[in-house]
T-cell receptor
């Protein structure tokens, strides 16, 4: 059965304290892994797509990496405006399966 | 350009009422998805359209849920005889084409509360 698991469920960081979010997946026929950011009351906002093990993508303080079984979202020197829920999703064809997300709070 | 637009933003329905939720995708986007998101959870797949064809409706929870996209653009999700367990945020997403190079672009959702 296709499964996406994110950890931790919640993470509190001091401003400037770097950390990583994890997305583990067991799917047949991965065709892409996506990271999204979701703010309260808003729809998910697309961040990155990763296709194969070893690939990396960067945007400002965020860097996404992927292996054959998991993906990481690294946050370097976070700021309070990075506070949000971060979702990962895997595409196996026509469907996207989402994890339950990591709620990140960055404290000034 | 305009993003995905959903209306209404909030809907309160009494149990047993029918509701209709509207989605205006990004112009030219071929694929359209409906998701249900419960509080503190990730989006759960409901159904998928490619143009006007509904290619996958395996995520619809019951036959009270019905979706259509008659002209390949605007889509409507209809829930008949609403129940309290239908309370959730309903998200619509579109993508330019099918396949792995097309991330989903989401609207801000319709929050449905069934009393």
């Amino acid at each position: 059965e296709d499964q996406v698991t994110q950890s931790p469920e919640a993470l509190r960081l001091q401003e400037g304290e770097s950390s990583s979010l994890n997305c583990s997946y067991t799917v047949s026929g991965l065709r892409g892994l996506f990271w999204y950011r979701q703010d309260p009351g808003k729809g998910p906002e697309f961040l990155f797509t990763l296709y194969s093990a070893g690939e990396e993508k960067e945007k400002e303080r965020l860097k996404a990496t992927i292996t054959k079984k998991e993906s990481f979202l690294h946050i370097t020197a976070p700021k309070p405006e990075d506070s949000a829920t971060y979702l990962c999703a895997v595409n196996t064809g026509n469907q996207f399966y989402f994890g339950t997300g990591t709620s990140l709070t960055v404290i000034p | 350009g305009a993003g995905v637009s959903q209306s209404p933003r909030y809907k309160v329905a009494k149990r047993g009422q029918d509701v209709a939720l509207r989605c205006d995708p990004i112009s030219g986007h071929v694929s359209l998805f409906w998701y249900q998101q419960a509080l503190g959870q990730g989006p759960e797949f409901l159904t998928y359209f490619q143009n006007e064809a509904q290619l996958d409706k395996s995520g619809l929870p019951s036959d009270r849920f019905f979706a259509e996209r008659p002209e390949g653009s605007v889509s409507t999700l209809k829930i008949q005889r609403t129940q309290q367990e239908d309370s959730a945020v309903y998200l619509c997403a579109s993508s330019l084409r099918t396949g792995v190079n097309s991330p989903l672009h989401f609207g801000n959702g319709t929050r449905l509360t069934v009393t």
